[in-house]
């Protein structure tokens, strides 16, 4: 659609022998607006992008779908879970200590011959029972807070003690008991 539109003008005319005027007037044609406009680029723009974002979303919704009911179909995984062979039950040693140490907690990792490991459980727990009364029932023992550990009739002995003198009176003391057959002496010494 093309817009017309006149434009009117006096114009004054002279010449040597007379002085007129003239009104002159001029159709004006304006052609058809070609170009979009930037609302219309904008506008376009906009719907191309919403529906490009709802084409993804379906096509990840689909996917999603698509992976629950592979999921759904595949049979359930059958776990297999292999027991150790049986191991002779381990020994937890606890003996009263100062609040400054955790308990101990001794475990007995077995031998190779069954028979054997139960005769060294109810050795060590022997022996075990044996230290732990020596501890307790000596006042000047039972106030250094040390923490022994018997495996097979070895004595680990641990804790902070004050001097060479009474880490020495600890194990001679530890020593004396029947079935300690070695003293493994852990015990630091802490002026």
């Known amino acids: 659609m093309a817009e017309h539109e006149a434009e009117r003008r006096r114009v004054v005319v002279e010449t040597p022998t007379e002085r ?15 170009g979009t406009s930037g609302t219309l680029l904008a506008a376009v723009a906009v719907a191309v992008v919403a529906l ?6 379906f096509l990840m919704n689909r996917q999603q779908d698509m992976n629950a009911n592979m999921a759904q179909e595949q049979p ?21 200590a100062p609040v400054t140490q955790p308990p101990v907690i001794v475990t007995n990792p077995g031998t190779a011959s069954g028979g054997s490991a139960s005769t060294s459980i109810n050795e060590d727990s022997a022996v075990q029972s044996a230290i732990d009364k ?9 106030s250094l807070g040390i923490t022994a550990m018997v495996l097979d009739g070895k004595v680990t002995l641990m804790g902070i ?22 003293i493994d002496n852990q015990i630091s010494v802490q002026p």
């Open 52 to 57: 490009a974002a709802i084409a993804i979303l």
């Open 161 to 182: 003690l004050h001097s060479e003198a009474e880490k020495a009176r600890v194990e001679r003391a530890i020593r004396a008991i029947k079935g300690v057959k070695t």
């Open 134 to 142: 020596k501890i307790s029932n000596d006042p000047s023992l039972s």
């Open 20 to 34: 007129r005027e003239v009104e002159h007037s001029e159709a004006v044609h304006y052609p058809e607006r070609t």
């Open 76 to 96: 359930p995984q059958t776990t297999i879970v292999q027991q150790p062979a049986q191991q002779p039950p381990n020994v937890v040693v606890q003996q009263p």
